[in-house]
Each structure stands twice: as structure tokens, then as C-alpha cells.
């Protein structure tokens, strides 16, 4: 396959961007290859700069439920860009849109609509501390929400209190309100409410984690959660970025039966573009500004065209919602595909990740078992197949609705010719 074209791309992107990406999962850093660069998306499919085409399992890392370039979207996209493209005024279809996300997401009673699921869970954050006028927060390992300064913490093992930052730049303080606990570990949360009964502002969870690879939460471990925050008095706060709109139309608070407090959203919500949101109770959203003391602001928040494309995303879903039991159907045959290797394999609806490691993956400790030399052997053998997976064992597989069953058996072959290396 002639990647020469992302080769120069890449060199000549490295001398203007730092390692020539916008975001570093895209360097290909974790399997040790040149990044492609992608012209064009239409689909299921990729079509880097040499002209390759590919199939394409990350969907950019999520957005895609519908597929690359749904005509769709892109046409109330295009109308949209007609009428301007940003007045940074209220519009109607920011209404349109909250109230959509208010009739799917059980928790959403109000909504707050931001530009990145990073700022939908660092102003729920601030606002669940404003809400309580507590400090401390709990997040779990392996659970990734963004780039906030206060939620990059070392992960480490077991039980953490008074954690150093993850990242140069954070200073320590920003991180001392940071608790680390296990995922699907209840004894690890319990411990830290026992140590802090009533100072714990809140607890943010992806219901289920997809950053550490996919993995599901234990039966009872959300509706445990519910019952200990509800306890303390502390706000719980689904981290949707990835499950929102993807497990179901209400997402894995309908999908569980789990209503947090407050729920992020991002990826899906916006279509594509660059929009995301944070929601909850009344009670609590109208602790931000301009009614509230919680100030959160943004020159380009609820964007006309970005909330054209997510609310034309969340009518063809909530129109089609068979979709869902498609995708689940879908999925599960590559599911049966990464058995046969031996692999262990962690999926809920449209989300999978296949482990190389001989543990069940159930937190980030048995994550970590993974061989990620072997994972970046198996990367290379897809690509050459023409088939694009994210470049990362932590990250997880999407199908999207695009997805033929052709290109799922094709994709099961290939992975069943595979020898596990
Ligand atoms: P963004 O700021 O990247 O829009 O969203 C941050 C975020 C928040 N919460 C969850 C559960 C997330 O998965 C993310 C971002 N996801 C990664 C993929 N694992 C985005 C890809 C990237 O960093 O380039």
C-alpha cells in the first residue's frame, strides 16, 4: 500500500504543528507508524491522500453513528452555512436542540450546549462544586474526560488520595481535590466516602469506560453509585461523551436504567461538528450564569451551523431507532470473530474492544495486561487489509449505521485469517 503522500504531509506537518497533529492519539505514536492523512470520508469508508480507501472502525473516535457524509446532514449543513455561521446571539434551533436532548436523556432537564465534550465536563464540574459548595471530586482509573487540568491525574493502584497531575503544566494544587478510585470497584469508593462523608462535590464516571478499551461497568456498580451519592448528598455525573446517542437514543442512562444527576455529551450530539453539552436537574443548571454564580461562557457555544448538523444526527436516530438493534447485531459478529482468536473481547451495542491479553479486562489493572506490541502487530495486518482501527489498544471500536453486514464479514474473515503474534 503506497502511504508515500501521508508520509511528506506528515514531515511537513511536524514543522508547523507539535508532532503534527491536533490531537495526539493521531500520530499513531502506540503502534509505531506514520499517521495517514485523510482528504475525504463518505460512509463507512476513508480515502487518505495516496488515494487508499478504507474501512473505517473509529469513526472518528465516535461522532459517526450515522456514517462519514450523510447526505442528510450535510445538506441542512450547507443550508445552514447559507444564513451565516455565527451571530453569537440566542437562535431558535439551540431551543430545538436542548429540548431534543431533554425529551431523549432521561437525567436532562435543562441543558448548557459548549464546543468540546473537555469544556462540557469541566463547567459540570465546576457547577456540581458551585451546586454544593464542596471541593472534593472522585473520577476513576483508566475513565478519561477530557484535558481540564483537574481530572489529569497519575492513575496509580488502588485507592489514591492527594494525587500528583498527570501532565507537565497542572499544577499540584489544581489535582489535590482530585479522588481516584477503582473502576467497578465499590469497596474503593466506599472508602473514600467514609474519608470524606460530606466534602465530595461529585462523582464522574463513563458508564462505560471506552478510554481504557472498552469496558462495561459490573452489574449493580451503577446503581450503586446512584445510592452513595444520593447518600452524601453528592452529584453524579454521567460522562456521556462517548455512550451518549451511541447505546441507545437516551444513552446508558436509559440503556442501564441509571438516572444520574447530570449527564456530559459531546461527539454524536453534535454530528460531527464541533459541539457538546452538559445537562442535569433544573435545580442544579440554574446555578449557571447568567442566573446562577457558576460562570461558564463561550464566543462560539451553541453554534447555528455545529447545532444544525446535531440536531438533523438526533432526528434521523430518534426516527430510526432500530438502528441501534443493528448495530448491536453487527457488532456482535465481529465480537464472535475476536473470540475465535483467543482474544478477550469487551462489547456493549456498537462499542468493542479486543484485548490481547489471556485476563478478562474489567478495570484498568487487568487493561494494562494488554500487549500492546502484539495489539500494534494486529494494527498493521488491518490497515494492510484496508480496514482502519483506532491506533491504540485503550480505544474502542464503533461501528457505524454505514456498516454493510458485506463490510462486517469481510472485516470477521480478515480478523479470523489473523495469527495472533
Ligand atoms: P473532547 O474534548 O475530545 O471533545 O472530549 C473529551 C472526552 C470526554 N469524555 C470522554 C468519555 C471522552 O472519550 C472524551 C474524548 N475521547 C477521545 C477518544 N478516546 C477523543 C479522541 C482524541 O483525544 O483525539
New binding site residues.
Partial sequence: MNTEKSASLFSEAQQYIPGGVN?P??AFRSVGKTPLFIKKAKGAYLFDEDGNRYLDYVCS?GPGILGHASERVIRAVKNACEDGLTFGAPTKKETELAKMITDFVPAAEQVRLVS???EA?MSAIRLARGYTGRDKIIKFEGN???HSDGLLVKAGSGLLTDLAPASAGVPEGYTKSTLLAGYNDEESVKELFSLYPDSIAAVIV?PVA??MGVVPPKEGFLAFLRQITEKHGTVLIF?E??TGFRLALGGAGEYYGVKPDMV?L?KIVGGGMPL?AYCGRKDIMQCVAPVGSVYQAGTLSGNPVAVTAGIETLKILSNEREVYERLDRKTSVLEQAFKEKGLQVNRVGSLLSAFFTDVPVTDYETAKTSDTASFAKYFSYMLENGIYVAPSQF?AMFVSATHTDMDIERTAQVIREYTVK
Fill in positions: 490531537s492519539v493521531r473516535w468540546s465534550g473537555t465536563v478519561y474526560h477530557g463513563e471506552a478510554n460522562d461523551v462517548i456530559t459531546g457538546a480505544e
